[in-house]
């Protein structure tokens, strides 16, 4: 009973220092009646998951963990945290504790909210992987899609992630299935020179029928072997388009001088001829730019960085991102630049545990040989 009330004594001592802002912060304490907090009400009243990942579960229910450098009086603006949370890892001596300490704790900065958020995305995006995976219908198109076209299946795994998440049926607008092909795409692969070859090596025989036929729009719109099949072959006219271009920017530059021999007049006048058209990278994020805005525009979205984003682009940012922007950006004027930026850093983060889980399965597949 004695060590029980000098624990609660302990414990009532530490909240109260837990609750002095230090000198100078603009950090107010919560009024007394704001403690204790459930957790619900600290959902709540922070608005968002980041304060959530601080205050993580412990091994019992209500008790929450602290480890630093994530956690840190210097962070928060707080005088005294206690002996116990100035552990790493250490244990709040009661919930009460711990909640007042969430109570004094500065919101989470807008980066640090949308890092969580972004997090959440990846969590779903990697959920829409494993079904991917797991879906035969869907493996064996994409592995037929990537023999015919040379695209990695990888990259056409990443498309249907971001496309529709591994929805057969996935409908929006004029858009449809795995890919979510539109009818102007369509008529790309089947029509467009470079590609129109292997868009005519698809047939579709019709129950009851002697011969095969081409395939027409509507079955793209239902078929999902053949809706990954031509978001395939439009993949690949988008590659082409790519190669064309860079060749054609290389072409417009100077043949390299031998600055040693030649004269500085003419090392100086062969300087001064260059282009300031870009490159493209050959990349999953630039055939999935080219896939969603089409290339003339993934194209025009980098010649023009710091230009606003037009209808098609905001139609197509997370509502994450463009709150993120619109607030922190260049005032309310979100541009191609940020546009790019915030869907590389999602192909990112899909990248990362679509290597983890390649590694995984390869661990997995020599674990059974070895048995």
Do not use: C
């Not at 009024?31 to 304060?51: D, F, H, I, M, R």
């Not at 949370?85 to 919101?107: C, D, H, I, T, Y």
């Amino acid at each position: 009973m004695a060590n029980k009330q000098a624990e609660s004594k302990q414990g009532k001592a530490v909240v109260k220092s837990a609750a002095k802002p230090a000198k100078g912060s603009a950090v107010q304490p919560a009024p007394a009646a704001a403690v204790p907090w459930a957790a619900e009400q600290l959902q709540q009243t922070y608005g968002n998951s980041a304060v959530l990942k601080y205050l993580q579960s412990g091994p019992l229910p209500g008790q929450m963990s602290f480890a630093r450098p994530t956690i840190g009086t210097a962070r928060y603006g707080i005088e005294n945290d206690g002996p116990n949370m100035s552990q790493a890892g250490g244990k709040p001596l009661s919930v009460e504790q711990a909640e007042a300490f969430a109570a004094v704790a500065r919101p989470p900065t807008p980066a640090e909210v949308l890092n969580a958020k972004r997090e959440e995305k990846k969590a779903d995006d990697k959920k829409a992987w494993d079904k991917i995976r797991k879906d035969k219908v869907i493996q064996a198109a994409v592995k037929e899609a990537a023999e015919l076209t040379g695209i990695d299946a990888a990259t056409l795994e990443k498309m249907i992630i971001m496309e529709s998440a591994g929805n057969k049926n996935s409908h929006n607008g004029a858009y449809y299935g795995l890919m979510q092909l539109g009818e102007g795409a369509f008529q790309d692969a089947r029509d467009k020179p470079s590609v129109k070859k292997l868009f005519n090596t698809l047939k579709v025989k019709d129950e009851g029928a002697e011969e095969s036929r081409a395939v027409t729009w509507e079955d793209v719109k239902s078929d999902p072997r053949l809706n990954v099949l031509v978001g395939a072959i439009y993949a690949k006219y988008n590659l082409k388009q790519i190669q064309a271009h860079n060749n054609e920017v290389i072409q417009k530059r100077p043949v390299p001088v031998n600055l040693i021999e030649s004269p500085a007049a003419e090392a100086d006048k062969a300087a001064g001829t260059g282009t300031d058209e870009l490159l493209l990278e050959e990349s999953a994020q630039n055939l999935y730019f080219a896939h969603q805005q089409g290339f003339n525009g993934m194209r025009g979205i980098y010649e023009k960085p710091d230009a606003k984003i037009g209808k098609n682009q905001k139609g197509n940012m997370t509502p994450t991102d463009k709150e993120h922007y619109t607030k922190e950006g260049a005032g309310k004027q979100i541009t191609n630049a940020e546009y790019l930026e915030a869907w590389k850093e999602r192909m990112n983060r899909i990248d990362q545990f679509m290597t983890e889980g390649t590694k995984n399965n390869g661990q997995d597949d020599a674990a059974g040989k070895q048995k």
